[in-house]
């Protein structure tokens, strides 16, 4: 899957006073726990996502999954590609981790995705223009920052 051809939806930030190798634990540990049970799980399969249980190496590294998304790039303490598909969307979970002064580092969480055809666009209209993909990223990095501060 070709990253950078995929239409930039949006990204998020928040700063984590931890050094990246923390940030990096937590971001895996959160991402894990996050994308478990049984509801998450069920969601998965019901839209059809190539990856629908967590499977291979923790923490996170190329190959390992959660359910709805495979890992395509870790580069750890810098960068974690996430990627997946399903019956309504290509799409890309970027984080990326950058020193922000002593002590602290600053986590990105960009959302790159494709949504073909009429009911890829009413599912970006159900996920994206009602505001729940953002709460939930926001929520998502609120995590890693509570987990590793």
């Known amino acids: 899957m070709e990253i950078a051809a995929l239409p930039h939806v949006d990204e998020h930030t928040t700063t984590v006073t931890a050094g990246p190798d923390a940030v990096w634990r ?3 540990e959160v991402l894990d ?3 478990t049970g049984d509801r998450v799980v069920g969601y998965a399969r019901l839209v059809g996502c190539a990856d629908s249980a967590a499977s291979g190496p923790r923490p996170l590294a190329e190959g390992s999954t959660v359910p709805g998304f495979r890992v395509a790039s870790a580069d750890r ?4 590609v996430l990627v ?3 019956y309504f ?3 890309a979970l970027v984080f990326r981790l950058d020193e922000a002064g002593a002590g602290r580092t600053r986590l990105r969480a960009e959302t790159r995705a494709r949504f073909p055809g009429p009911f890829g666009a009413f599912y970006r209209l159900c996920v994206i223009g ?4 953002a709460i939930t990223v926001r929520r998502l990095l609120a995590a890693v920052r509570r987990r590793t501060e």
Not at 77 to 80: A, K, V, Y
Not at 130 to 133: A, C, E, Q, V
């Open 26 to 28: 937590g971001l895996s």
């Open 33 to 35: 726990r996050s994308f």
């Open 77 to 80: 303490g810098r960068e974690l």
């Open 84 to 86: 997946g598909r399903h």
């Open 89 to 91: 969307s290509t799409y």
């Open 130 to 133: 009602t505001g729940g993909h």
